[in-house]
């Protein structure tokens, strides 16, 4: 599957921002999607995932309760979207693919997008 993450750009800290991901292949219901993000000399950390039906979630401390993530399965796309945000959450966001179960892990995901950028100011 190749992904395709859009929706980056600048936004006043309390805004809100809308990610997305575009997926190729006829399979992408099967895999669980996720976002990570990456701060400048940071490592790059999970912030959120959905099984590939839909109905299960996780999201990262940091982000639970801002954060939400969806997906519709019939357009191929997995969706992030983003409020409150904060100067913290400034990164490049990048959405990730895996079979089985929702991890945390960057390193347990197979397919990544290439990444859109979130500046948050305050």
């Known amino acids: 599957v190749q992904l395709q993450a859009s929706g980056g750009g600048l936004v006043q800290a309390e805004g809100s921002l809308t990610l997305s991901c575009a997926a190729s292949g006829r399979t992408f219901y099967i895999y669980n999607m996720a976002w990570f993000r990456q701060a400048p000399g940071k490592e790059r950390e999970f912030v959120g995932g959905?099984?590939?039906?839909?109905?299960?979630?996780l999201y990262a401390d940091s982000v639970k309760g801002r954060f939400i993530i969806s997906r519709d399965n019939a357009k191929n796309t997995v969706s992030l979207q983003m409020n409150s945000l904060k100067p913290g959450d400034t990164a490049v966001y990048y959405c990730a693919a895996r079979l089985g179960i929702i991890s945390k892990k960057p390193y347990e995901y197979n397919y990544w997008g290439q990444g859109t950028l979130v500046t948050v100011s305050s």
């Open positions: 959905i099984s590939p039906d839909g109905v299960n979630t």
